[in-house]
């Protein structure tokens, strides 16, 4: 045998080899890739599961700024920024009348329309105690 064709041999045998080692490795870390793909879909869809399931015991009241109370009447309100957003359940604390509620998170107010109606028709007295002064005089 030729000793040029023998270091052929080996030098097309070790490429060979390389070739086939890479392949698995390539195989390998494509199949760990795959199964990390695959754990971060299914708690993805585990969450978007235990999301939805949230969303279905809870009621939205769009006159009520959109808070969202429990349909049971168990809890709320419920902040719709943190829900919508983050998909976290942060309850309001309440502010500083009856109706108002307050989200620390995202510092903002929020008010129930029986508050409103309030505060509506308490501006309309006062408009009416107004006019009837200014009608009859300071002295009437």
């Not at 399931?53 to 969202?68: H, Q, V």
Request: charged share 30%.
């Amino acid at each position: 045998m030729d000793p040029i064709s023998g270091v052929v041999e080996k030098k097309v045998a070790e490429s060979a080899w390389a070739y086939i080692r890479g392949w698995f490795t390539r195989n390998r870390d494509q199949k760990k890739q795959i199964e990390v793909l695959q754990a971060q879909l299914a708690e993805e869809r585990s969450g978007k599961l235990a999301f939805e399931k949230l969303m279905s015991e809870l009621e939205c009241r769009p006159a009520d700024d959109s808070m969202y109370w429990k349909k049971d009447g168990s809890g709320g309100p419920y902040c719709p920024l943190c829900l919508h957003g983050d998909q976290k359940l942060m309850p309001l604390t309440h502010g500083n009348r009856d109706g108002s509620f307050y989200c620390r998170i995202h510092e903002h107010f929020f008010e129930t329309e029986e508050l409103r109606q309030r505060s509506r028709q308490t501006a309309r007295d006062r408009a009416q105690a107004g006019r009837r002064l200014s009608r009859f005089g300071p002295w009437s």
